[in-house]
Nanobody, 124 residues
Framework: QVKLVESGGGLVQDGGSLRLSCAAS????????MGWFRQAPGKEREFVAA????????YYSDSVKGRFTISRDNAKNTVYLQMNSLKPEDTAVYSC?????????????????WGQGTQVTVSS
């Protein structure tokens, strides 16, 4: 079992920045690939970014590529999402997720563990 707890969400103006954190506990964090997803009201859950267990590879959705950066610190059991140049359309609940290390995936169904989410609101 892996427990995930997100933090760092909040209200920011158009063009601003936020850094989300996801702290993991339970099984060995370094054995898991990690992903960030988001869900806006009335919309389906959307892939944002993913990172391999080693941090050696990352994958982004086209909508955030060049603006968001995913990273991890296995010594701290934490994965991060640095979000720059935020837009109102980035407003959503952001959740981190873990899957046993295999290959990067953008499909929510491939992930085994989920956090409760943190709200990000970007005002225009």
């Amino acid at each position: 079992q892996v427990k995930l707890v997100e933090s760092g969400g909040g209200l920011v103006q158009d063009g601003g920045s936020l850094r989300l954190s996801c702290a993991a506990s339970g099984r060995t964090f370094g054995n898991y690939d990690m992903g960030w997803f988001r869900q806006a009201p009335g919309k389906e859950r959307e892939f944002v970014a993913a990172i391999r267990w080693s941090g050696g590879a990352t994958y982004y959705s086209d909508s955030v590529k060049g603006r968001f950066t995913i990273s991890r610190d296995n010594a701290k059991n934490t994965v991060y999402l640095q979000m720059n140049s935020l837009k109102p359309e980035d407003t959503a609940v952001y959740s981190c997720a873990a899957r046993a290390a295999y290959r990067l995936s953008f499909s929510p169904s491939d992930y085994d563990y989920w956090g409760q989410g943190t709200q990000v609101t970007v005002s225009s």
